[in-house]
């Protein structure tokens, strides 16, 4: 069954709804930078808490867990289980450190701890990363929207890139929150439809899944070795760790939203509802892949020989479901990006706000100056997200790059950012040689893979996981700092 009139009319009405109803919030942001950035601090605790669900899943998460189960097994899902003690410590730790300085941007702590080349380093970083997420956000959603719909994928980009930065310019935080909150739900309602219908129409039964899935080893978590190069259970547990730590530690799509909510108390619940949210989500994803394995194995005229792994999920959302629902699932795959999209928009704009134009202006900025700055770095932001979109279109490979400065960009924060919570007393000196040496360690082990085996460095190439990446570049800046840090002690 193709896409009919009903699913194009499902799909439309879903998106112009989203960006209407984001534009309604325009006279409430338009009273100040405090609620362009933080909502005043008035937004209930159960749609944070969806927001923050909503900026954990992106159209990636949409179409590459089903994608990477279908092709492997369960591996991925192990990523999930580790949510729980970042969650943990982000309602111990992180939460009332960041409501207990009373700001809006992750990187003040920073300056107070390190001085200001600490704040403008990490900032500089998490605008980078957020632009190289805002593109291959729009890539990524506009392939498989390209391969459903037949539209040209650079029309796909643009035009998921402006509707979005509509609602979020005109909208602020508040409307960011909302829609993400609304968002989130479409898109467990269609993962929730996809994996039931999946079960129930194989032809001999739900029991002819689990047969085929349990034959094929596809319920494995992966293995339980000690081989640091696969991604075994455990490298998959660890990586997950120190990204989620990052998440909900350091990263501004999550702080600036630990600062919307009313009370810590608050901010803690909507954490806690966001985050462990993730786990079942994202097990329901994984088995998708799962039933699209025995669902295609039962009938494997049903899908094109040779089809991508990550394009047997599009393909059954096009063919296998009924009128209406497959607009429904399209709704909810563009929801999981223009959610991820408005989150990076509106939180650069803070930084750029708060890190940079407050911070260096010699004079305090009127609200109507903090206004102007918001709406412009907002647009500047979108327009660069989409413009990048469109160069990682033409240019072979530069997804991966991008991928890898985004690991050494962040491994350098996180580091860094640990550093200064555990260990009050670091000098900026030894800060500074700490985050050299991580940020050559993550560097050594982004670009080994490009070492090619005839290379006169091939003996330096890394064997570790590129999982890992991230893992050892943030312990040798930790470590480094403190032992620098006790040694320095010592000698006095």
Not at 24 to 47: D, I, M
Not at 414 to 443: D, E, M, T
């Amino acid at each position: 069954m193709d896409i009919t009139l009903l699913d194009y009319l499902v799909f439309f009405v879903f998106v112009s709804g989203v960006v209407l109803f984001g534009c309604s919030f325009y006279f409430r942001s338009r009273k100040g930078a405090a609620a362009f950035t933080s909502a005043e601090g008035t937004l209930p605790t159960w749609v944070v808490g969806m927001s923050i669900f909503a900026t954990f899943v992106s159209s990636i998460s949409f179409l590459g867990l089903p994608g990477d189960a279908y092709k492997g097994n369960w591996n991925p899902f192990v990523f999930s289980l580790s949510i729980p003690i970042a969650t943990w410590l982000a309602a111990k730790v992180f939460i009332p450190l960041y409501r207990g300085i009373n700001s809006v941007s992750a990187y003040h702590y920073l300056e107070m701890r390190f001085g200001y080349w600490a704040r403008c380093y990490v900032a500089v970083c998490y605008l980078l990363t957020q632009l190289a997420r805002i593109g291959s956000i729009l890539l990524l959603l506009a392939l498989p929207l390209n391969t459903m719909f037949g539209w040209d994928i650079q029309t796909i980009i643009f035009c998921t890139g402006i509707a979005t930065l509509i609602y979020t310019l005109l909208g602020g935080i508040a409307a960011v929150v909302w829609t993400d909150a609304i968002q989130g739900i479409i898109l467990i309602v269609g993962a929730v439809v996809c994996a039931l219908l999946l079960t129930f129409t194989m032809p001999e039964g739900p029991g002819q899944l689990f047969d085929i899935a349990l034959e094929h080893d596809k319920f494995s978590l992966g293995s339980f070795g000690a081989n640091l190069a696969e991604p075994t259970f455990w490298v998959v547990l660890i990586y997950g760790l120190f990204v989620n730590m990052q998440n909900y530690g350091i990263d501004q799509n999550y702080v600036q939203r630990y600062m919307t909510t009313r009370s810590t108390a608050e901010a803690v619940k909507s954490t806690l509802l966001g985050g462990l949210l993730y786990i079942p989500v994202s097990l329901v994803f994984v088995y998708i892949g799962t039933a699209l394995f025995s669902y295609y194995v039962a009938q494997p005229e049903l899908l094109p020989t040779g089809t991508p792994s990550d394009q047997v999920f599009p393909w059954f959302i096009v063919h296998g479901l009924p009128t209406g629902l497959t607009g429904l699932i399209i709704a909810s795959l563009f929801s999981a990006g223009m959610s991820t999209v408005a989150t990076s928009i509106n939180s650069s704009a803070t930084i750029v706000l708060t890190d940079f134009v407050k911070r260096l202006s010699s004079k305090e900025l009127s609200e109507r100056k903090s206004m102007q700055v918001l709406y412009v770095a907002s647009f500047l932001v979108g327009m660069l997200g989409v413009v990048m979109g469109l160069m990682m279109m033409h240019i072979d490979g530069i997804l991966d790059a991008w991928w890898k400065l985004a690991s050494i960009f962040s491994g350098g924060m996180l580091g860094l950012f640990l550093l200064g919570v555990v260990c009050r007393n670091v000098k900026r000196v030894h800060a500074v040689v700490a985050v050299i040496l991580g940020l050559l360690v993550i560097a050594w082990m982004s670009l080994s893979p490009l070492i090619n085996e005839g290379s006169p460095f091939y003996c330096f190439r890394s064997s570790l996981h590129t999982y890992l990446t991230i893992v050892f570049g943030t312990v040798v800046i930790f470590l480094t700092g403190f032992l620098l840090t006790k040694f320095a002690k010592k000698t006095i």
